[in-house]
């Protein structure tokens, strides 16, 4: 990359230097960094990481240090070329889809290919006959097709029954005809869309024989596979700048009564019959929004790391950062010299950024126990057992709005808490933060999603007054029974350290998820409240009950398990008494500083007192404490490479201010010499700076 100014290279940053401090905190951890890697990875995994990050960083195409420099067509570009690279490599290297996955997260742009790789590629998996599989997706595989994935509309996107776009069977050529009714219903969003994907699935209202069956998937070629073009009747277009997300190119679609075969409509749990177009019902209405209940997982997994990206650069930046003497402890230097205090060792600093290491760490277990939770659903349901889905379906919705709203905030609260430079692009939060915000309205619009969370809940309790529940069918909620029947107990905690206890914990949050409900019921049954009146009142039942899943499922993995049933994962955590300490620590910090956060509703609960409150806020501040010898090391754990998090202020080795001044010089506007004579209308003069 191009240097325009030369900066003196005698200058250096004053003392002490960033990888000293950086160093000195990684000494005072009290566990092994790389033990808590493999506990958090499993060595496989690790392995495969560390060789794909070799291949990735050494690769030209995937050289990162112009990105922050390039305009939109620009950006595009680069992220069409990576998408293209990265399918070369996992071709020449032979990944399998895990390993393309890693290769994805590393290089970290969304591009052209994603949604072909995150959701029409899903899609047919889920939705597709095993016919229609061979002759869309292993083309689809090996990048023959590309895809997207089109449901929402100009005028609908939550409301997936509102859709208009229409897909008629016709019985007389066997096809169905899909047709933009109104301007409302062009296809609106679809990654990949607006240049570059040649087929999508397509989310139309099934009619047939006079009949609306709803929304189905169909699978439509859309642009012609030599020329590009669309194909006749589609008109196809990018939908322009947005927020964040531009390295995507996100479209809009109309379509004017354009056929497809009867073949098309993704047929695994419907179908239409040929000639007298009967619809054979699927076992369960909901199976055609599949691939939503997949990707809200991954969404779940993916708000965990994205936490652990924020906190490592606003940890180990403040680590580095200096600012006044804390004058009652200042920071001496061997050599005696008092410098400016570290701004991580400001407790307003540490009550800011490590609450978000411990959402780190929480949803990073849960993000893996919702994982396995779908993989159980998907063996069950290849056996037509479709038991576990309402479960599903309710925890992914509240935990998908739950984590990625957690994530949206402690992002911004990270960026902040590195002061202005948090603002440079360099930081690497820019692009990371803008391309992160429609985690929270993409698969579903947060609060929209808490509803069906709710609702879930509210009617698991309406159905069965004796609590009839069966644990294997609704595991996520079973918990409620045990605090839904003994309704008037208190909490037990009589000294701050008691809010260590799991236990303890685990009813505060119990009781008070328990109380919401018990509340809203009441309110909707003996005094007839509409749902819309009680939205509020609904969106906090879906966050209590999910910040209880997060809380209990941290203490489940800290817990001792029956040996067969713990992987190598857990083996290693198990093993090590000083890795179950320090996570107990952050265990606690999340409990607690969720529960603060939210203190009014356990308050109003009655099962925590304000006196037990004041108790709370002394036992936080103890476990920050706790923490603070570890914070650098609890981030290093996460083992996110300099390559993906490319921001100055988060390097692994300290060099900040290096960075930022080197960055800073290859700013193209430093090398255009500018014409400032205000009478001229030239804006540049001819003359271009020689380039360093
Ligand atoms: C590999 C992946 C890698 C990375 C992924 C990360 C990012 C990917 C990048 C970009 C992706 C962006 C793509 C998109 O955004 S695609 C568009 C997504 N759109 C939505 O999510 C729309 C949201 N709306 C809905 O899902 C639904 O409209 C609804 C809000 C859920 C309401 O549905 P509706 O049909 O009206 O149903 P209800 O009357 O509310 O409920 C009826 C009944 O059905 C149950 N239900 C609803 N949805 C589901 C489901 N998905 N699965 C199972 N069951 C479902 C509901 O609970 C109710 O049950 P009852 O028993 O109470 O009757
Ligand atoms: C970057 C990006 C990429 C996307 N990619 C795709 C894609 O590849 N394919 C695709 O099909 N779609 C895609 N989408 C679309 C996305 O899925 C929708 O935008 C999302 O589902 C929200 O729907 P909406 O835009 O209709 O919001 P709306 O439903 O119009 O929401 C507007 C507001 O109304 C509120 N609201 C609406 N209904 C209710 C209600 N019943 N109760 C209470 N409040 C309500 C919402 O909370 C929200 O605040 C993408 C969107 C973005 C931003």
Request: hydrophobic share 35%; glycine share 6%.
């Amino acid at each position: 990359m191009t240097s325009y100014i030369k900066i003196p290279s005698h200058l250096t940053p004053s003392d002490p230097q960033g990888s000293e401090l950086l160093a000195r905190e990684r000494s005072k951890a009290t566990f092994d960094v790389n033990e808590l890697t493999l506990a958090l990875y499993g060595s496989e995994e690790l392995s495969r990481f560390k060789k794909i990050l070799k291949i990735l960083e050494s690769d030209p195409i995937l050289d990162k240090s112009n990105i922050y420099y390039m305009g939109r067509t620009e950006l595009f570009k680069y992220a069409l070329r990576k998408d293209k690279r990265i399918i070369q490599l996992a071709a020449t290297h032979k990944w399998n889809v895990d390993e393309f996955k890693i290769a994805s997260r590393l290089v970290d742009m969304s591009g052209p290919y994603s949604i072909h790789q995150s959701m029409f590629l899903p899609t047919i998996l889920g939705q597709g006959t095993e016919e229609q599989k061979r002759k869309f997706l292993n083309p689809a595989i090996r990048h023959e097709i590309i895809g997207c994935y089109a449901q929402t509309e100009l005028g609908h996107g939550s409301n997936v029954q509102g859709l208009e776009t229409t897909s008629t069977y016709i019985p007389e050529t066997d096809e169905f005809e899909i047709h933009t009714p109104h301007l409302t219903a062009a296809k609106w969003w679809a990654g990949g869309l607006g240049r570059t994907a040649n087929h999508s699935v397509v989310m139309a209202r099934l009619i047939t024989n006079g009949q609306d069956k709803g929304p189905h998937p169909f699978i439509v070629q859309i642009r012609d596979l030599t020329t590009h073009e669309p194909l006749p009747g589609i008109t196809i277009g990018d939908i322009g700048p947005k927020f964040g997300f531009n390295t995507t190119d996100n479209g809009f679609m109309l379509f004017d009564h354009v056929r497809i075969p009867r073949f098309n409509m993704l047929s695994k749990f419907s179908k239409v019959t040929k000639g007298t177009g009967e619809y054979k019902n699927p076992p369960n209405e909901k199976l055609s929004y599949g691939t939503m209940v997949f990707v809200r997982s991954v969404i779940i997994f993916n708000a965990g790391l994205a936490l652990a990206r924020a906190a490592t650069i606003s940890v180990r930046y403040s680590a580095v950062r200096r600012q006044f003497v804390d004058k009652e402890n200042p920071m001496i230097l061997p050599n005696g010299q008092v410098v400016e205090t570290a701004v991580l060792d400001y407790t307003m600093q540490q009550y800011r950024l490590f609450p978000v290491i411990a959402q780190a760490y929480a949803i990073y277990f849960t993000g893996e126990i919702i994982t396995n939770l779908y993989k159980q659903y998907i063996d069950q349901s290849s056996r037509g057992d479709f038991s576990l889905l309402a479960d599903l379906h309710a925890s992914t919705s509240g935990l998908k709005s739950l984590t990625s709203d957690i994530a949206v905030d402690s992002i911004e609260d990270c960026r902040r808490s590195c002061g202005g430079h948090g603002y440079s692009n360099f930081s690497g939060f820019t692009r990371f933060y803008q391309d992160y915000l429609p985690n929270t309205t993409w698969e579903g619009d947060n609060y929209i999603l808490t509803q069906q969370t709710a609702r879930y809940i509210i009617h698991s309790k309406q159905q069965s007054e004796e609590f009839s529940l069966r644990s294997n069918e609704s595991p996520t909620i079973f918990y409620m029974l045990r605090y839904l029947s003994n309704p008037s107990q208190k909490c037990t905690v009589i000294s701050p350290s008691d809010f260590k206890n799991p236990e303890v914990q685990l009813a505060i949050y119990g009781y008070r998820a328990a109380y919401l409900i018990a509340r809203a019921v009441d309110q909707i049954d003996n005094h007839k409240k509409s749902w819309n009146s009680m939205l509020v009142e609904i969106n906090r039942i879906s966050r209590a009950h999910c910040q209880y899943i997060l809380v209990h499922n941290f203490i489940l993995t800290l817990q001792p398990q029956t040996s067969d049933s713990m992987n190598e994962k857990r083996r290693i955590l198990h093993n090590s008494p000083s890795l179950k300490t320090v996570l107990t620590s952050v265990c606690n910090l999340f409990a607690l500083h969720t529960m603060e956060k939210n203190l009014s509703e356990f308050l109003e609960s009655g099962y925590l007192s304000p006196k037990q409150s004041e108790m709370l806020r002394v036992q936080i501040s103890e476990s920050l404490n706790e923490i603070r010898p570890n914070a650098v090391a609890l981030v290093d754990a996460f083992y996110l490479p300099d390559y993906l998090l490319n921001s100055a202020l988060g390097r692994y080795d300290g060099k900040v201010y290096e960075t930022m001044i080197e960055w800073a010089s290859k700013e193209p506007l430093n090398g255009i010499t500018l014409d400032i004579n205000p009478y001229s209308e030239k804006l540049f003069r001819n003359d271009v700076k020689a380039k360093i």
